[in-house]
């Protein structure tokens, strides 16, 4: 076995809903000693399981060759006890609708009516067959790495273990924050997880105050935690997993990092507060169409699976 280090560090933590946490003379397992102050923060963060952090200011920090004492992960609580049931996350595509602003709307019309199709079969029966004309970004969608690089995998390439079945958890983000970093990430689990940031923006879906440029989005540094994490994909109930606003100058750093890595994106999510933290199975899978990186889809949670 190698060395193992510890950091002994003074932090001061501020929330993001108020109030504050200082700790003096912390010590904490690390993986080497050329750790930097962000990701010490990070795993400070998670060592203790805090929520809704905002800042950690580490100060006097020492590093010490001493042997791990083992950490601490966040517990998975008990959960609710009932029966397994269904839970619908998804937008409903209506003829019309606005998801994105200023992005044509779907049309819903019938190709063959049911009084036209009676000439074709026996009396009494009747089919009825629709048609929709829509771009792919409408409704709640999936986002594939072709979406966004010209070699990535589209929608028929991306595998299902990418998108259904996938336990979930779901991050709660406070009231009023639009930006989802490193650090209100980094309490939670999320290997081989469906990562379903929670920001209360889908009341705000079909107005005009849901393209709003205040809009609550992942962080280019947070998209590289949940890459270095092993998320398995990432959803988020806003109008864009990134930063839409003028500031932004047209950069993705979320949508670029998850998708490079093959982590499938979903986009408008509803529904998140019904919930629980963990526990749940999570599913958004698309048609498979070839040569398309985005489509929509009826994502839903399955509660209490056995």
Same mark, same amino acid.
Request: aromatic share 6%; net charge negative; hydrophobic share 45%.
């Given at each position: 076995m190698g060395n193992?280090?510890?950091a002994?560090?003074?932090?001061e933590?501020?929330f993001?809903?108020?109030?504050?946490l200082?700790?003096?003379?912390?010590?904490?397992d690390?993986p080497?000693?050329?750790i930097?102050d962000?990701?010490?923060?990070?795993?400070?963060v998670r060592?203790?399981?805090?929520?809704?952090?905002?800042?950690?200011?580490? +100060?006097?920090?020492?590093i010490?060759?001493e042997?791990h004492k083992? /950490?601490r &992960?966040?517990a998975a609580?008990? /959960?609710?006890?009932s029966?397994?049931r269904l839970?619908?996350?998804?937008?409903v595509?209506?003829?019309?609708?606005t +998801?994105?602003?200023?992005w044509?709307?779907?049309r819903?019309?019938e190709?063959?009516?049911?009084?036209?199709?009676r000439a074709?079969?026996?009396p009494?029966t009747e089919f009825?067959?629709g048609?929709i004309?829509m771009?792919a970004?409408t409704g709640t969608y999936?986002d594939?790495?072709?979406?966004?690089?010209?070699? &990535?995998a589209?929608?028929?390439g991306?595998p299902l273990d990418?998108?259904?079945?996938?336990?979930g958890v779901?991050?709660?983000v406070?009231?009023g924050?639009r930006?989802v970093?490193r650090l209100?990430?980094a309490?939670?689990?999320?290997?081989g997880?469906?990562?379903?940031?929670?920001?209360?923006?889908s009341?705000?879906?079909? +107005?005009d105050?849901? &393209?709003a440029p205040?809009a609550?989005?992942?962080?280019g540094?947070?998209?590289?935690?949940l890459?270095d994490a092993?998320?398995?994909?990432v959803g988020?109930?806003?109008?864009?997993?990134?930063d839409?606003s003028?500031?932004?100058?047209?950069e993705?750093?979320a949508?670029?990092?998850?998708?490079?890595a093959g982590?499938?994106?979903?986009e408008?999510?509803?529904g998140?507060?019904?919930? !629980?933290?963990?526990g749940f199975r999570?599913?958004?899978?698309?048609?498979?169409?070839?040569?398309? &990186?985005t489509? !929509?889809?009826r994502a839903?949670?399955?509660l209490?699976?056995?």
């Open positions: 193992q280090w510890r002994q560090f003074d932090a933590v501020t993001a809903n108020g109030g504050g200082r700790t003096d003379g912390f010590r904490l690390i080497g000693r050329d930097a962000d990701e010490l923060a990070a795993l400070f060592h203790l399981g805090l929520l809704m952090v905002a800042e950690v200011r580490i +100060t006097g920090r020492t010490i060759e042997p083992g /950490g &992960g966040m609580g008990p /959960g609710d006890s029966r397994r839970v619908e996350l998804s937008h595509v209506t003829d019309g609708m +998801t994105l602003p200023g044509p709307a779907p819903i019309t190709w063959l009516t049911r009084e036209a199709s074709n079969y026996a009494g009825q067959v048609r004309d771009i970004n999936l594939t790495p072709a979406h966004r690089f010209a070699d &990535g589209d929608l028929a991306t990418r998108l259904a079945d996938l336990p779901v991050v709660r406070p009231a924050t930006a970093d209100l990430l309490p939670y689990d999320v290997a997880h469906a990562v379903l940031l929670h920001t209360g923006w009341a705000h879906f079909g +107005t105050r849901y &393209g205040e609550p989005y992942l962080t540094d947070g998209a590289r935690a890459v092993g998320a398995a994909l988020i109930d806003s109008i864009n997993i990134d839409m003028p500031a932004a100058a047209g993705r750093p949508h670029s990092a998850l998708l490079a982590v499938p994106i979903v408008h999510l509803t998140l507060d019904a919930l !629980p933290p963990t999570f599913t958004a899978a698309p048609p498979m169409v070839a040569g398309m &990186g489509f !929509p889809v839903f949670a399955v209490n699976p056995t």
